[in-house]
């Protein structure tokens, strides 16, 4: 079942069983709060259970890539459009945000970023690889984030 994710009122529904679900919470809050703000589309997750196509999606230009699968479980997706970009959102139960932005007429702006959730470590899976930067978010603490650039077709 989807699930309209409330920026206004921040839930920890579908993410209970995290170790730092609230601050996951304000995490897809966040997200929630940019794609509202920027293109007044509503963020919508599915349960990860409902959603294997989306994870399939992701795992696959994430091993591709960069050689890299997660360990942790994935607990929500998100699959959408808008205007000329592809969004594909994985929330794991370890805090992880994994989303991959897909431009589909400008293959110079398609890219995957990582987000963690105030209080997680850095997954071994991304150890040394990346290097990640800080903002502060009102829903979400301090969110640590990092990128690369998709250089295949997907």
Known sequence: MSYIVDFKNVSTIGLESSPVAETLAGLRANEA??????????????????????????????????????????????????????????????GLEVNVMYTIDNPKKRAVGFKLSEGMEV??????????????????????GSFFVIKGEY
């Open 123 to 144: 997954p071994k899976e991304l150890e040394g690889k990346f290097k990640f930067a800080r903002q502060k978010s009102k829903l979400a603490g301090t969110i640590r």
């Open 33 to 94: 709060r940019y794609f509202m703000n920027k293109y007044k589309h509503e963020f919508t997750v599915v349960p990860a259970s409902e959603s294997q196509e989306i994870l399939d999606y992701v795992n696959q230009v994430l091993k591709v890539e960069r050689d890299i699968t997660f360990a942790a479980k994935p607990l929500e997706t998100s699959l959408f459009q808008v205007e000329n970009i592809k969004w594909a959102y994985v929330f794991y139960e370890s």
